[in-house]
Each structure stands twice: as C-alpha cells, then as structure tokens.
C-alpha cells in the first residue's frame, strides 16, 4: 500500500511525539526511534450508504428502560400483570399469522388495551435436528410489528412470564392514548 508524505504541520507533530518516546527495556533505542516518520495510508474514498427501502418505526424491543419504567419491567418479570388481550398464533401460516396479529392489535388499540399477550409457541432448540424450518413466526414478530400500521401505538415488546408462556410468549405493550382537546 502506497502512503503519502506528511504535511510540515505533521512533520512538527511527529517531531513533538518522537521527543515523548522512550524504548521499552531491550528493545530499540529512541535514536532509531527519530528516524523517518511513518507514512500515512493514502485516504479512503467515504462510504455511500445504500438508500433505505422503507422507514422502520423504532421502539425498543427487549431493553429495559427507554419507554416504560422500571416499574412496568419489575411487574412484567414478576408476572403481576395481567394482558387485557391474547393473541394465539399457534397453527397459522406465515400469511394468516400477520392478518391475525394485525387484526388484533388494532382490536386492542379500539378496546382500549395496554398489555397483550402474544402467544407465538416456542423458538427452536438450537439442538433441532428437525428437516423443516420451525419458529418462522416468531423470528417475524418484532419486524411485523415494527413495519406495521400500529407501530406508533407500540411502546415496548417484553419477553413473557412463564405463567404467561415464557419463551413462547411475548408481551406487546401499547401506548396510552392521547386524550384529545377538542
């Protein structure tokens, strides 16, 4: 790799760091330390980022804090609370699994509801020797809900309790709605 030659305000730099330098016992001495500067790598040309194909809506999805509480986390992990609404997923296809959450999350939202459980069956065992693919729903969860029409709605996605479902479950937490001045 071809460098460049320093700059005289690099040169001046590199003088005032080879003055700091002491050898380390039983390596080279400083004097040969003071030979020629090292030379830089030639720049980079800057990175493009590629255009983004669709504006994904954040919250968070299993990180303490950010939109709910300590409160909220301590009482989701005890499993005091109780989901308003349940979501069963189990024995659909990928297609009747995302109209069935969709469907569902906007019944909660009309309802009213804070806490839904979402009932996704567990993820697989990395030990599955099993010749199709299992988990394909809940691998899809978070983006579905991210991407959906309800992400605004959305506060935060916790992992359920094991009364709950445990690994099989997830809470999906909606936002209280906005009283309106009219």
Known sequence: MAGRRLGAD??????RVRA?????????SAESATAA?????APRPPRVAA???APVASFPTRAPGHTL????DRRLASGVVAPDRTIDLHG????????ALDRGVAQAIAHGDRV???VTGKPPRPDSHRPHARGAIRASIEDWLRLSRHAGAIAAIRSAHPRHGGSGALYVILRRPRATNS
């Open 92 to 99: 659909h296809t990928l297609s009747s699994a995302h109209a």
């Open 37 to 41: 500067p090292p030379s830089l790598p």
């Open 69 to 72: 509480d300590g409160g909220w």
């Open 10 to 15: 690099e040169e001046a730099l590199w003088a």
């Open 20 to 28: 700091t330098v002491r050898a380390l016992p039983g390596r080279r």
């Open 116 to 118: 839904i459980l979402l």
């Open 51 to 53: 255009p983004a194909t």
